[in-house]
């Protein structure tokens, strides 16, 4: 039986080692892949300048809010609402009628109580002479001595009213306590006020002006350094909140007495002169502080890196024209450029376009420009997981 199928087996296994050649013969054919456009750059030594930044927030040097300490309406603004204002210069009025009356009477009572002295002064000095003579009692000159003192005593405590009332005179009228640029009124014309209470106005010195920052205990020494050169160059840059760089260089004012435990920071004061008043008490930026490290770094275009599981890699084209993987160690950005620390040396030829199609050991093709790079066909593989 095996024996009449045998003849039929034969064809088929023929067949079947034909079509396996002419399959190995079309791919001997096709060849290797071609290579893969991609474009480079060389890594190389620049000057790398770069600043570590810090929230900061702008604050006066010296800031007072003034409220009254008296009872009364205003009846007096004496001032231009944000305006630069100079120390004691009249600011408000409280209605003063009641505490001049009170003023009035009570150096009346002064008056009276010197008069009274003057009157037991002459009594005591009258008796104590006829005492000397022996013509009159003793009982009569003790009781003129105490007249006396007592006399004293009211005038004393007519005197002590007087300062009294006049304090509360001296209140009605309000003054500024320093000179500073004074803000949006509180109150109006009229208005009520209570001691304590009622916030009248503020007042803030703007020349020069704070800008604070919180820097991490284990920057201290780094600022210590800074306060101790009396740094005032171009290491301390305050960016204001649309971006721009204060014109100003700032400089190390005051580090606070200790770490704040909730946060592990340590407040920082630096100075800034303010003539043009652009600096706004309250107002939010970053202070850029120049890095120490700043210097000669090597330097690649930072498109040219790929991150792979919280690692960074580049391809740098080698010999034969084909593409090795280097795990880099990264510094600062620097515009569209980043230093490397690790990992590949000057002179090196990074990929930085096509970098999608590339895998270890792939052969390129170095072309002119970008545009090129996308009209290229695809050749290799995707490195499984590869991110930019």
Do not use: H
């Amino acid at each position: 039986m095996n024996r009449r199928l045998l003849p039929f087996s034969i064809p088929v296994v023929l067949l079947v080692f034909l079509t396996a050649c002419g399959g190995d013969k079309k791919q001997a054919q096709q060849g290797p892949p071609p290579p893969t456009a991609v474009a480079v750059a060389v890594a190389s030594q620049g000057t790398a300048t770069y600043y570590d930044e810090y929230p900061a927030t702008v604050t006066p040097l010296n800031q007072v809010e003034i409220y009254p300490q008296i009872t009364g309406y205003i009846t007096g603004v004496f001032f231009t609402e944000g305006q630069v204002v100079t120390r004691g210069q009249k600011l408000y009025e409280i209605d003063k009628q009641q505490y001049q009356a009170n003023y009035d009477e009570a150096v009346a009572n002064v008056n009276v109580a010197l008069a009274n002295l003057n009157r037991a002064q002459k009594d005591a000095d009258r008796y104590n002479t006829l005492a000397k003579q022996d013509a009159i009692a003793r009982q009569v000159v003790d009781n003129a001595e105490a007249s006396l003192e007592s006399a004293k005593m009211q005038v004393a405590a007519a005197r002590a009213n007087v300062s009294r009332v006049s304090t509360n005179l001296n209140y009605s009228t309000i003054k500024a306590p320093l000179t500073g640029t004074i803000g949006i009124s509180q109150v109006k014309l009229g208005a009520a006020v209570s001691p304590g209470q009622t916030l009248l106005n503020t007042i803030s010195s703007d020349d020069p002006i704070a800008v604070d920052i919180s820097v991490d205990e284990t920057d201290i020494a780094r600022f210590v350094r800074f306060q101790n050169r009396n740094v005032t160059d171009s290491t301390f840059v305050f960016v204001l909140p649309d971006g721009t760089p204060y014109q100003a260089a700032g400089k190390i004012g005051i580090i606070d007495r200790a770490i704040d435990p909730q946060t592990g920071t340590l407040k920082v004061r630096l100075f800034f002169a303010n003539k043009q008043k652009l600096l706004k008490s309250g107002m939010n930026g970053n202070l850029r502080v120049l890095n120490s490290d700043s210097g000669q770094r090597l330097l690649i275009p930072y498109k040219a890196v790929t991150e792979q599981m919280s690692e960074y890699f580049v391809y740098v084209v080698g010999d034969s024209s084909k593409v090795s993987q280097r795990k880099v160690s990264l510094g600062n950005r620097i515009g569209a450029n980043i230093v490397v620390k690790d990992g590949i040396r000057a002179g090196d030829k990074i990929v930085t376009e096509g970098i999608q199609k590339l895998r270890e050991g792939a052969v390129v093709k170095v072309v002119g420009d970008s545009a090129a790079v996308a009209q290229a066909p695809a050749s290799a593989s995707t490195t499984p997981g590869q991110t930019r």
